[in-house]
C-alpha cells in the first residue's frame, strides 16, 4: 500500500458567515426612499393656457356680441345667451346654430352664472354646450363694466362714468 494517498482534509480557520450583510440593504432601501418622496413632488405639472398680454392700441374693440357668446345662468335655473332669455329646452339647438356660424377654432363659450345657482345646472350647461360644438369653454368671474343684460343696466360695483356737461 505504499502508492496509496490519503487524503488530507484543510480545517476552515473561520466558520462560514451565514448572516446578511446589511450594508448594501441598507443603501438600497435608503436610496428607494428617496425616490419615493421625490417622485411625486416631479408629478405636480398642471398644464395651463394663459392669454397673450400683447395689446394692439391702434384697433377698435369688437362688438362683444360679434365675438362671444356667453351664457348667463340666473339663480332660478333660467338660460340667457348674451341678452336673450333661451327656456332650457331650447338651449342646445339654439346653442349649436350660434355655433354653426363660427370657424372651429372660434368655437368659445363663456359661462356666469349666480352665485344661488345650483351647481347640477351649471354642469348641464356646460355638457349643453360641448353637445352644442364648443370646443373652448370658460369660466367669468365678473360681468365688464357696460354689461346690459335684458335691457338693464348691470351693478358691478364700479361707478359709472358721468356724462359730460
Do not use: C
Not at 134 to 161: F, R, Y
Request: aromatic share 4%.
Amino acid at each position: 500500500m505504499a502508492g496509496h494517498k490519503q487524503r488530507q482534509w484543510v480545517k476552515p480557520q473561520t466558520p462560514p458567515n451565514s448572516e446578511i450583510n446589511v450594508t448594501p440593504l441598507v443603501d438600497v432601501v435608503l436610496v428607494l426612499i428617496i425616490f419615493m418622496v421625490v417622485t411625486p413632488l416631479l408629478e405636480k405639472d398642471i398644464l395651463v393656457r394663459v392669454p397673450d398680454t400683447e395689446v394692439e392700441e391702434n384697433q377698435p374693440p369688437p362688438d362683444p356680441n360679434d365675438q362671444q357668446l356667453v351664457v348667463l345662468l340666473d339663480k332660478d335655473g333660467g338660460y340667457s345667451i348674451n341678452t336673450e332669455k333661451i327656456s332650457a329646452a331650447d338651449y342646445v339647438t339654439r346653442l349649436t346654430r350660434m355655433l354653426a356660424a363660427k370657424k372651429p377654432d372660434e368655437k368659445v363659450v363663456f359661462f356666469m352664472a349666480d352665485d344661488a345657482t345650483n351647481y347640477g345646472r351649471l354642469i348641464a350647461a356646460l355638457d349643453g354646450a360641448k353637445a352644442a360644438g364648443a370646443k373652448v369653454l370658460g369660466m367669468a368671474t365678473e360681468l365688464p363694466s357696460n354689461a346690459i343684460i335684458q335691457g338693464t343696466q348691470v351693478d358691478t360695483g364700479t361707478p359709472a362714468p358721468t356724462p359730460a356737461p
